[in-house]
């Protein structure tokens, strides 16, 4: 599917459909445990959303991007980086769906966030070692 979606629209073109393959070929990689291999896809898809919608204007493939890659990095140890990105694409989330809204996109992304646990636990589980 991703191929014949490349040779539709143009190899190395941005397209939507494109970015989205991607990031679903990037989760089930990930699901499935090979991770050196969602780790190729998923930060494609993000490169490729941020071409197609702009570096900073929210976006929920942009969003789920970002979460997906969280999820990622503390699956391969960097709580820290996961962190971060779950906490970007909670934000986006937020200002694309609305600070009230109960999606679970918002849900999922601030359950994440605080499996991952506050910023400094980090330093200290480092410091107990």
């Known amino acids: 599917s991703l191929e014949m979606k490349r040779k539709v629209f143009g190899k190395g ?5 494109v970015a989205a393959s991607l990031g ?9 445990g ?4 969602a780790d190729k896809y998923l930060p494609e898809a993000l490169a490729m959303w941020r ?8 976006h929920p493939g942009i ?5 997906y890659i969280g999820c990622l990095r503390r699956d391969q140890g960097d709580r820290r ?3 971060e990105l779950v906490t970007a694409s909670l934000e986006m989330f937020r200002a694309v769906l609305g600070e009230d809204s109960t999606h679970y996109y918002i849900r999922d992304a601030a359950e994440e966030l605080e499996s991952l646990g506050p910023a400094n636990r980090d ?5 107990a070692v």
Request: charged share 40%; aromatic share 2%; glycine share 6%.
């Open 63 to 67: 969003a789920r991007a970002l979460y």
């Open 13 to 17: 073109t941005p397209h939507s459909d």
């Open 51 to 58: 071409k197609l919608i702009g570096e900073e204007r929210p």
């Open 81 to 83: 980086k996961a962190r």
């Open 24 to 32: 679903l070929l990037g989760r089930v990689l990930h699901e499935q």
């Open 123 to 127: 330093d200290e589980m480092r410091a």
């Open 34 to 37: 090979d991770l050196d291999a």
